[in-house]
């Protein structure tokens, strides 16, 4: 049980103005707890200014620039991923909130925001460890932030053409993707953009990556699932002589001569789970696994 004055850091989704009564009732909770509330900027100024909601008794951070005992995350996966970029290597767990729509990572309901809080007041709650992809590149022209909790995904740009992707692992030549793109997720994001491209389901924990390519010119490609202390090596040829690479969902442009070396992360993100949570639970009712679509 927490017997100190715990610090709590918020960050939220900005574009969902009929749901900012959930973060009322969260404030009102943590208030009444007489927690030490943080809220990042932009959340802030969308609730004060956009939504014209009294948020008193708090302190703003921008960014990254703040420590907590625990992040909260309200909005959808998008929301809790962006959080965790903002964590980053801080080891503070965060806990999601789900005002999205599938939400795997915020598997919190509103309705449950007291009892949740509480739970963490009380100790009754787990941690689940996940593993980060860290992305480098040879001539150091990736700009923002290096590390994906869900995926990185190698993309064409400009236009319809095919890229050529060369891939290397542990120093070995595997093979040349012709595809759309090529998608490295976690265990983490295997439910997400690597899912719908045909990857396979991975349980968090068993510490591997999947390579599942997008669109191949080929139908003899298939997902490959490897160590995550494998390290990855990419070339791109594009007829536009650029293409994308999207971490997490944050996009940038590269050169084609660009080299990309891809390996697990130093640190990992410590997500939050509620007292008796199973993952296979989880899975079943965001899958719809066994729900009859006749009813």
Not at 158 to 180: F, L, W
């Amino acid at each position: 049980m927490a017997s100190r004055k715990l610090r709590f850091a918020i960050f939220g989704n900005t574009y969902q103005p009929k749901k900012s009564e959930s973060f009322q009732k969260l404030l009102a909770c943590l208030m009444s707890r007489r927690a030490e509330v943080l809220i990042e900027r932009e959340f802030y100024t969308f609730l004060t200014e956009g939504q014209q909601l009294p948020v008193e008794g708090v302190k703003v951070f921008e960014h990254s620039d703040f420590y907590a005992d625990f992040v909260v995350s309200m909005g959808g996966d998008g929301t809790f991923l962006r959080a965790a970029s903002m964590v980053g290597s801080k080891n503070i767990p965060i806990l999601g909130v789900n005002t999205g729509r599938l939400g795997f990572l915020a598997d919190v309901n509103p309705l449950e925001i007291e009892h949740t809080i509480n739970a963490l007041y009380e100790g009754d709650y787990a941690i689940d460890t996940r593993s980060v992809i860290r992305v480098e590149s040879d001539d150091q022209s990736l700009t923002g932030y290096n590390y994906a909790l869900n995926d990185v995904a190698i993309l064409k740009r400009d236009n319809a053409s095919m890229i050529s992707i060369h891939m290397t692992i542990n120093g070995d030549y595997v093979t040349t993707y012709q595809a759309d793109g090529l998608i490295i997720s976690t265990p983490t994001g295997s439910t997400a953009y690597s899912l719908s491209n045909g990857g396979p389901i991975i349980v968090p924990g068993t510490h591997v990556f999947s390579l599942t390519a997008v669109a191949p010119h080929s139908l003899n490609v298939r997902p490959i699932v490897l160590s995550e202390e494998s390290e990855i090596h990419l070339t791109v040829e594009s007829r536009t002589h650029n293409y994308l690479v999207a971490l997490d969902g944050r996009s940038e442009k590269l050169s084609d001569s660009t080299r990309l070396t891809i390996r697990k992360a130093p640190y990992r993100v410590n997500v939050i789970k509620r007292a008796g949570t199973k993952y296979f639970h989880t899975l079943r009712e965001k899958m719809m696994w066994g729900a009859d679509p006749r009813q």
